[in-house]
C-alpha cells in the first residue's frame, strides 16, 4: 500500500507553507512570528501519519478520517489569517468600494429588489450566509449520500483551491468590513433574527485582517464547479449550489459583510478551480497524435 499524499493534502501543506513563507515580511504580533512556522509542520505531520494509519492499519476508518481532515483544518487557515489584522489601513480602498456599493444599493435598486417582500428577502440572504461555514462538510456529504466517495479528493481539492486562494490574499489588502469602516452606513432597514446571529459569528468568531477578496464567494462557486464536473449525473445539485453561490454574494453586499468589489474578486478566483476542471478535460479528450506533435 502506498504513503502518497492526495492533492488536497498537498494543496493544505503548501498554504500554510505559504503563509510561513511570507510571514516575516509582516509586522506580526511578537508571539505570532513563529506560530506560521509550528502550523504547517503539524499539518504536514498529521497528513503523513494519517496517510500511514491508512497503509498499515485500519483502512476503511483512517481513509474516511483523510475525507474530512482538510475541510476541519479549512477552520485553521481561516483563523490563521487573523494574526494578520495588526496590518496598518488607510480607508483608500474601503472608499472607492463604498461608492461602488451605493451605486448598485439604491441607484440600481438592490436594496429596495431584496427588501420589497419585506422580511423575506432578507432573511433567505442571511441564511444563506450563515450556511457558507458549512458548505464543505456538505459537498463531502452528498458525496458520501450518492455513493461516490471515489471523488471525495477531487470535489475537495477544487473547494480548497477556490478557499485558499482568497484567504493567500487577504494580507496583501488589508480592510474592514463596510459595516465597520462606515459606522454603519448603509444598513439593511431590516432586523431578523437571522441578521442578528450573523452579526454575532462575525463580530466574536470572524477575522479582522481583511474582505477583499471574499472567500465566502469563491468557496461557494468553487464547489458549484467541482460538483458539476465530479457529479455530472446529478447535474441539479451543480446547478442549486450555483443558485446558492450567487445568492451569497448578494447577501455579503446587502447584510454589508463584504464590498461588491469582494463578491466580484471572490468569483473571480472560483474560475481558476473552474479553469482547471475545463483544461482537464479538454487534455483527456485530446487526440493523441497531438501529444506526440512538436
Known amino acids: 500500500m502506498s504513503l502518497a499524499l492526495r492533492s488536497s493534502e498537498w494543496l493544505l ?14 509586522p506580526l504580533e511578537p508571539g505570532n512570528r513563529l506560530l506560521p512556522f509550528a502550523v504547517v509542520l503539524l499539518v504536514a505531520a498529521l497528513f503523513v501519519v494519517l496517510a500511514y494509519a ?8 483512517f481513509s474516511i478520517a483523510r475525507d474530512w481532515m482538510p475541510i476541519a ?17 488607510d480607508v483608500h480602498l474601503e472608499l472607492t468600494w463604498e461608492r461602488w456599493d451605493q451605486l448598485l444599493l439604491y441607484q440600481h435598486g438592490l ?22 461555514y458549512a458548505v464543505g462538510s456538505f459537498v463531502v456529504a452528498v458525496l458520501y449520500f450518492e455513493h461516490r466517495r471515489e471523488r471525495v479528493n477531487s ?4 473547494y480548497l483551491l477556490g478557499t485558499l486562494l482568497s484567504y493567500a490574499l487577504l494580507p496583501y489588502f488589508p480592510s474592514d468590513p ?8 448603509d444598513m439593511p432597514h431590516v432586523m431578523t433574527a437571522l441578521r442578528r446571529l450573523n452579526l454575532w459569528v462575525v463580530g466574536g468568531y470572524g477575522i479582522h485582517s481583511s474582505v477583499f477578496p471574499s472567500a465566502h464567494v469563491s468557496s461557494a462557486f468553487s464547489a458549484a464547479w467541482a460538483w458539476l464536473a465530479y457529479l455530472p449525473e446529478r447535474k441539479r445539485f451543480g446547478y442549486l449550489m450555483l443558485v446558492y453561490a450567487i445568492s451569497v454574494g448578494i ?24 479553469a482547471m476542471i475545463l483544461l482537464a ?4 479528450h485530446r487526440p493523441r497524435g497531438l501529444l506526440l506533435s512538436p
Open 111 to 132: 436594496q429596495k429588489a431584496i427588501e420589497w417582500l419585506g422580511w423575506v428577502g432578507p432573511a433567505y440572504l442571511e441564511f444563506c450566509y450563515l450556511l457558507v
Open 251 to 274: 447577501a455579503t453586499i446587502y447584510g454589508r459583510y463584504h464590498y461588491s468589489a469582494d463578491v466580484v474578486a471572490g468569483f473571480g478566483i472560483s474560475l481558476i478551480p473552474a
Open 13 to 26: 501543506i503548501a498554504f500554510f507553507g505559504c503563509v510561513a513563507l511570507i510571514s516575516p515580511a509582516f
Open 155 to 158: 470535489v475537495v481539492f477544487l
Open 281 to 284: 478535460r479538454l487534455l483527456r
Open 73 to 89: 483544518l479549512v477552520l485553521i487557515a481561516y483563523r490563521e489569517m487573523d494574526w494578520f489584522s495588526t496590518l496598518p489601513r
Open 178 to 185: 463596510p459595516r465597520v469602516a462606515f459606522g454603519g452606513a
Open 54 to 61: 491508512e497503509a498499515h492499519g485500519h483502512r476503511e476508518f
